[in-house]
């Protein structure tokens, strides 16, 4: 029986972990890499005697025990978003939900360094909380209102946004709702009963910063189109935008290291806005965001610096 230094919980074709994995392989590291995806193939033991963790993999047993666990790196967001309206076999609700709860029984590895922890994940997923916190280790926010109402604007525009991500299954294909951006009438005149809505200032001209931070380290790109910001949510023509690593302020990259550490979090992918005043504004941060995409363009060593976080822990 193997024991285990460092535990990843991912998928199996999650090839952000693989990076990770990678470099656990190239520091020697205890590792064991578990996708949510093959669980029915593990076989699986916790009892309440010492609370180890047991796991076989074919012909391998590995043992997670308090004692020598290190790290989890756990990658996958705590809300369920269904993307497939069709209605599941009971076979795969309890597959689903059981192992969710499985997973998430996990913590009771309390002495490891998660990367990032499913119960303050969980809390910093919610946009408006993101937001107050933000707020409170000084970023500047946009003016932002969370309503199903027909709101006084005196703006001209504002960029309207669902308040979660949000996921459809249309004509046996999956939609995705970006960021958009109204006129003022538009949104007064909406039929917006139905569900809440994000309605925040619009900051133009503006160039969007993507922040990646990793424990104490800040990793900045900008998203340019010919060298100038994107008035549009970039994700709509990503394949027409520039990345670019680029440095912080210091006093910028701080907060953004504070954020993080005030949500709990040892990870965040955090959006920036950039104005033509050099001010920077804090729009929000995704505790699993993805990061590969930065690799492949900037070089940045992101995968490093997780792996250096996982295996160094004292």
Not at 121 to 137: D, F, G, M, P, S
């Amino acid at each position: 029986m193997k024991l285990v230094d460092v535990l990843v919980i991912s998928d199996k074709y999650d090839f952000t972990t693989d990076f990770v994995c990678l470099e656990l392989e190239k520091r020697k590291a205890n590792y064991l890499r578990i996708n949510r995806d093959e669980f029915h193939t593990y076989k699986i033991h916790i009892d309440t005697s010492n609370f180890d963790f047991s796991v076989t993999m074919g012909k391998l047993e590995y043992l997670i025990s308090n004692k020598a666990l290190k790290s989890v790196y756990y990658r996958a967001p705590i809300f369920l978003r269904e993307t497939n309206q069709v209605e599941s076999s009971v076979e795969e609700q309890l597959y689903n939900e059981q192992w969710m709860s499985f997973v998430r029984n996990l913590l009771i590895f309390e002495d490891a360094l998660w990367l990032n922890n499913p119960e303050k994940t969980y809390k910093a997923e919610n946009k408006i909380v993101q937001l107050k916190y933000a707020k409170r280790v000084g970023f500047n926010i946009p003016y932002t209102i969370v309503t199903n109402g027909n709101p006084d604007l005196t703006n001209e525009k504002y960029v309207v946004k669902s308040l979660d991500t949000a996921f459809f299954k249309i004509n046996g294909k999956e939609g995705f709702v970006y960021s958009n951006i109204f006129q003022k009438e538009k949104i007064q005149n909406a039929s917006l009963e139905l569900a809440p809505v994000t309605i925040q200032e619009f900051v133009n001209p503006k160039i969007d910063i993507r922040v990646t931070v990793v424990g104490d380290e800040v990793f900045a790109t900008s998203i340019t189109s010919q060298g100038n910001g994107v008035e549009i949510d970039w994700r709509i023509v990503k394949d027409e935008v520039d990345f670019t690593a680029v440095y912080l302020p210091d006093y910028i990259e701080e907060k953004c290291i504070r954020l993080v550490k005030e949500l709990g979090l040892k990870f965040g992918a955090i959006d920036l806005l950039k104005t033509e005043t050099n001010e920077f504004v804090f729009l929000e941060i995704n505790p699993t965001g993805e990061w590969a995409w930065l690799v492949h363009t900037t070089g940045q060593l992101i995968p490093q610096s997780i792996a250096d976080l996982l295996v160094s822990k004292s």
